[in-house]
């Protein structure tokens, strides 16, 4: 398990971006992550584009603490670009025929597996297999950091719940405070850069006609730390005579 995961999620599929499709992996995935203490740090919803591809990979790539869950193309098809861009990108070389996932797809196909359906067993260097309980045609995952699966929810949905389960169960508990605070958040900043950059920091603002509001939400994984700024700011907020309510997290 990565120390301080940074989760990301790649759909890819032309049909999502126009309109021949809607997305239902990142709501999915985001809500699966938040059950387990995570959050995402970025989703992309891109084109059947491997040079594109190519970049958002590498792009993740760039975060030491990137996990990411890829959603589509590792099928056999024209359109099909996950599996080669994906050894590309992590591996620096072509991908390479997987064995185990060779002899799954024979078994599952017999002599349909040929010509097209076995080339779904090219998969990068070093992958490991991710069991696909629907239809038994598995994902494959790298360095228990980067998964690709299916971009059929049905399949690609079970698949993830147990990698997560797996790799990513639970993460360490972070505590969190809201306050509504009846002002303008302008009226806040001053506050808010005064918060240090370990403080997770979230301002809302709200209106209803000419009544201005700003929703604070802090969070932090030490408790007293975090019980020691919520208090900062609201001792600050008393100071301007702004009025807030606690709401409930």
Known sequence: MIKNPSFY??????ELLNGRRED??????????????????????IKDDPDFLKDVFELVLLDPHSV???????GATADDFTREVASLAFTKQSAVC?????????????????????????????????PNPINKMPGF???NRF??????P?????MIINTLDAHYPKNIKKYSCNFLAHCSEGVLIDIMEALPTGIELSCLP??????????????????ELLLSWEKFFQDELRKKNIYFDIIAN
């Not at 699966?32 to 970025?42: D, N, Q, S, T, Y």
């Not at 709200?206 to 802090?218: H, N, Q, T, V, W």
């Open 98 to 130: 997987h064995k185990d996932a060779k002899k799954i797809i024979i078994d599952r196909l017999g002599d349909k597996a040929y010509p097209h359906a076995i080339k779904m067993a090219n998969i990068p260097k070093n992958s490991t297999l991710i």
């Open 141 to 143: 995952q790298l360095d």
């Open 9 to 14: 999620s790649v759909i890819i599929g032309t």
């Open 68 to 74: 990411m869950f890829s959603f589509g193309g590792i």
């Open 147 to 152: 998964f690709f699966v299916p971009g059929f």
């Open 206 to 223: 709200a209106f209803d006609g000419d009544k201005r509001s700003a929703e604070i939400y802090l969070a932090h994984f030490d408790k």
């Open 24 to 45: 239902e992996h990142f709501a999915f995935l985001n809500s699966e992550l938040i059950k387990r203490g995570f959050e995402h740090k970025a989703n992309f919803v």
């Open 154 to 158: 049905q399949m690609a949905h079970p």
